[in-house]
C-alpha cells in the first residue's frame, strides 16, 4: 500500500463507497447538508479549501485500485504541532482485511515524519464500532472527551482519539 495526494479523477471511487446514509454521517459527520452526494460535489468541496493551507487530502492505493482517503488538516493555524485526521473511508468490499489500519498507520507516519506533529487526532462515532476498533489498533488513544452529533434522527457520541508518537 502507498499513499499519495488526492486527484479529482478519484472523487467519484471514494464516493461509490459510500452505500448509505448511516455510512455517509459515519464518514463525513454534518460537513456536507444532504445524501447522497456526488463526485463533483467532494471536489467542489475541495476546491472550496483549495487556498487553505491546512489541509491536505490523500488516498491509500495498491496494485489493485484505491483502497482508502483520508485528510489530514491543522485544526488550530497557531499550533502546527497538532494535526486532525478526518474523511477515513475504505473501499467498502475491502474491509476487514486490516487495510484501514494500515492506511492509518502510514497516515500517522506521515504526519509526524513529514508535519512533524507531535500529536494527532481524530473523532469516531462510538456507534461505528468497527472504525473505533481500527482506530485503536493503529495506535490512538480514547481521552474520555465526547461531542454529540444530531445524526439521522438520532443523537450520536463523538469519541475525541488521540496519538501521540513515542520519542
Known sequence: MRIRPFKK?????????????RIFRYWCADRFESYP??????????EDLAFNDDIF???AYDESGLIGHFNIR???????NTVRLGYVIVDDSRRGQGLGK???RMALDYAVTFMKANKVTIGVFD??????YCYLNAGFKDTGVTEIYSCL???WTCKE???IPED
Open 127 to 132: 456507534n461505528n464500532p468497527s472504525a473505533l
Open 9 to 21: 479523477c478519484d472523487a467519484d471511487t471514494i464516493i461509490s463507497w459510500i452505500k448509505n446514509e
Open 161 to 163: 482519539l488521540i496519538y
Open 57 to 59: 487530502h490523500f488516498v
Open 153 to 155: 434522527g438520532e443523537d
Open 37 to 46: 452526494i456526488t463526485g463533483n460535489d467532494l471536489i467542489a468541496q475541495y
Open 102 to 104: 494500515k492506511m492509518i
Open 74 to 80: 491543522y485544526p488550530d493555524k497557531n499550533d502546527i
